[in-house]
């Protein structure tokens, strides 16, 4: 494999002006970048096939500057970007602990679909699901209220607990 050609024109001005152009770009805030950045140069250089260049050293400070700044936006606009989409999956600004309207509102309609199924399954069992789960009534003190026995209740319950999974079941295969 024989040597690369010696560097000419505007590689050998890169290449003899490397530190100072890297030097440069860390002075106006290019920070940890600044070697990538001077890396994107030297492709740009290498592989531009510019014809020759009056003023090759100012030309490479201009590259490097136009280089940090297009990375700079860049930057800018993805952040940007994450922002907007962060704040639209949040529903906006500032994060809440209460619920967007929207989910509010299917929330509601879905606990009505959930009554009416409760209520079909007969007066007693949707009074016996709402008193012990909604209003926190203990199951032998709902029992001597609706003056039925104890097994009644538990019976009850587990018919609304049954047709309360046969129906998330179905909601479930609705949304995939």
């Not at 009554?115 to 016996?128: E, K, N, V």
Request: hydrophobic share 40%; glycine share 6%.
């Amino acid at each position: 494999m024989s040597p690369p050609p010696p560097a000419s024109g505007l590689e050998a001005a890169f290449l003899a002006n490397r530190q100072q152009l890297l030097r440069f770009l860390q002075v106006r805030g290019a920070g940890d970048a600044a070697e990538d950045i001077l890396h994107e140069v030297w492709i740009r250089v290498a592989t531009s096939g510019a014809g020759p260049v009056s003023a090759p050293v100012p030309y490479l400070y201009s590259a490097a500057n136009a280089a940090m700044i297009d990375r700079y936006c860049s930057q800018r606009q993805a952040e940007k970007r994450e922002r907007d989409w962060s704040d639209v999956q949040s529903g906006g600004g500032e994060a809440s602990s209460e619920p967007s309207a929207e989910r509010r509102l299917a929330a509601t309609q879905e606990a009505a679909q959930v009554f009416a199924m409760l209520d079909s399954l007969g007066p007693r069992i949707a009074q016996t699901f709402r008193r012990h789960r909604v209003d926190g009534i203990a199951q032998k003190a709902l029992a001597a209220e609706l003056g039925v026995s104890l097994s009644t209740v538990e019976s009850d319950l587990r018919t609304a607990y049954r047709a309360l999974a046969e129906w998330k079941a179905r909601a479930d295969g609705e949304t995939r």
